[in-house]
């Protein structure tokens, strides 16, 4: 191609996809609805986070121990940005 600034020809430019924002899946801590902890990229961290909190209890089944989170709490995705709950506030 001749069409560039002074006669010098145009290469393409190859463009980098990156994923879009609403694509990267973020998890969070929740209790009874409301977002107690930051988000997280992986949902095996927000279970880390729950651990260290003292939010996982290990409950005895018939192939061992299995983890599972309080009663009022899950894990679940979430939007990247915190907003603290008003009653946390």
Same mark, same amino acid.
């Given at each position: ?7 010098? $020809?145009?290469? $393409?430019?190859?463009?980098? +996809? ?10 969070? =801590?929740?209790? #009874? ?5 930051? $988000?997280?990229? +992986?949902?095996?961290?927000?279970? #880390?986070? *729950? ?7 290990? =409950?005895?089944?018939?192939?061992? *121990?299995?983890? =599972?989170?309080?009663?009022?709490? +899950?894990?679940?995705?979430? #939007? *990247?940005?915190?907003?603290? $709950? *008003?009653?946390?506030?």
């Amino acid at each position: 191609m001749q069409d560039g600034l002074m006669g010098h $020809p145009i290469e $393409p430019i190859q463009m980098e +996809t990156l994923p879009r924002m609403e694509s990267i899946m973020s998890y969070a =801590v929740f209790k #009874d609805g409301d977002r107690i902890s930051r $988000p997280f990229q +992986t949902e095996g961290d927000a279970w #880390d986070c *729950a651990n260290d909190a003292g939010l996982v209890e290990n =409950v005895p089944s018939s192939g061992g *121990a299995v983890q =599972v989170l309080d009663g009022h709490c +899950t894990i679940k995705s979430c #939007d *990247a940005e915190f907003v603290m $709950p *008003a009653n946390l506030a």
